[in-house]
């Protein structure tokens, strides 16, 4: 098949998800993905006639417009592999194809702050879900499903620790640090210390706005009005505590680091009393 152009059936079959099954649109959209990876490392390989290279634009802007339409999707199957194949081409597609392959340049492909919100939206509602919220009653079943949202959460967090997307991106995700340890807290600390080798300064900040998420969900949740002992209160001051010891206990080392973490959290605390 390698002499053949398959990209124009493959992505009728993409755009398909009303008459077909997600399963089968599902495996058209991982399809699309290498077929595009393949345009790219055919363009590497030889000089790039800019008329192909063009092509190659429209069918990335023309795949990310749909993948990204399918996040919300309510198949589990094609929502899954529209964001591995998200994640995946925001990786090849950075910014470092245009320092290795200059021609390539106007290929690059970068997740702006609206992106960056669906692909963490996405995994709070299809990753850091509840044990009993997952319909699986086979242990079988049960493994694959953690294993497949492993993957989702590593992939997200592969754009994080290579600086695709900023380290802020990460801060919903930081909210179950400790619900969902057990399951995910391998890859959340190994992400966290891979942040704080990028810049510690803004993984405190990261932190700062993580914590601000869940005292404002708590106040949602309170009616507007949180008591200083309650349970909720409680569980986000051992958050804080949790996430802020991952800093060490050096103090001259890290003070750039708390000074940004409490500058962020002073600044959260006015803006609310002034729009009490």
């Known amino acids: 098949l390698t002499g053949l152009d398959l990209w124009d059936s493959l992505i009728r079959v993409a755009q398909a998800s009303n008459e ?90 970068t997740a702006d702050r609206e992106l960056e919100l669906k692909l963490t939206n996405y995994l709070e509602r299809r990753v850091f879900v509840d044990d009993e919220e997952e319909e699986e009653e086979d242990e079988n079943a049960k493994f694959e499903s953690l294993h497949e949202r492993r993957t989702q959460l590593a992939a997200f967090c592969k754009l994080v620790i290579y600086n695709f997307v900023p380290i802020r ?53 309170s009616n507007g009005h ?16 949790r996430l802020n010891l991952s800093f060490g206990l050096d103090l001259i080392k890290i003070r750039g680091a708390m000074v940004a973490f409490h500058s962020e959290g002073i600044q959260f605390c006015v803006a609310s009393a002034a729009a009490a």
């Open 169 to 221: 991106a990460a801060a919903p995700l930081y909210k179950y640090y400790i619900r969902s340890f057990n399951d995910f807290g391998d890859i959340m600390k190994s992400t966290l210390a891979k942040s704080r080798e990028i810049n510690r300064i803004h993984t405190a900040r990261m932190i700062a706005q993580c914590l601000q998420l869940c005292y404002n969900e708590l106040e949602a949740t």
């Open 226 to 241: 949180v008591e200083h002992g309650s349970e909720g209160l409680q569980a986000v001051k051992e958050l804080a505590r």
């Open 20 to 109: 077909a099954s997600g399963e089968v649109v599902g495996q058209a959209v991982a399809c699309c993905t290498k077929a595009i990876l393949w345009h790219i490392a055919r363009l590497s390989e030889s000089d790039a006639d800019k008329t192909e290279i063009s092509k190659v634009r429209r069918m990335i802007n023309l795949f990310m417009e749909i993948a990204i339409g399918y996040l919300d999707n309510p198949s589990k199957r094609l929502s899954y592999e529209s964001f591995l194949s998200v994640c995946d081409l925001l990786v090849v597609l950075s910014r470092h194809l245009a320092v290795h392959l200059p021609s390539l340049r106007s290929l690059v492909y």
